[in-house]
């Protein structure tokens, strides 16, 4: 997801843009990767087009600081899924679920604090 922002990036100046593609099993020599090339389906010059803004959705603190200084470009927004919002395919950490499910408070996560387990 890191890769996101600079493909439309690329995209929005009408440029390629590819995104490597994790396939289990498979090796660094054989790295999959998708490429979108707009040339390839135009005739011609392609006009710049505005870029749509970036939204990640993320499952907890890290990951939100993770996106915000390693994406390969702009992102703008961030929206931080509790641990009961479900459908989303990063499985919130079991210590936060524990803690949601004690707490009829929104979950905040903090650093370096455990899950309280003794």
């Not at 993320?58 to 702009?74: D, E, F, I, N, Q």
């Amino acid at each position: 997801p890191r890769a996101i922002p600079g493909a439309l990036d690329q995209l929005a100046a009408g440029q390629r843009a590819e995104l490597r593609i994790a396939v289990e099993g498979g090796t660094p020599e054989h790295e999959q990767r998708l490429v979108f090339d707009p040339a390839d389906y135009t005739g011609g010059a392609l006009p710049v087009l505005p870029r749509p803004a970036f939204l990640a959705i993320v499952s907890s603190s890290a990951l939100a600081t993770t996106m915000a200084r390693k994406a390969s470009g702009r992102v703008d927004g961030l929206v931080v899924e509790g641990a009961t919002a479900g459908g989303h395919n990063a499985p919130p950490r079991a210590c936060a679920v524990r803690q949601a499910c004690r707490s009829a408070r929104p979950l905040r996560f903090a650093r370096n604090r455990g899950c309280g387990r003794r």
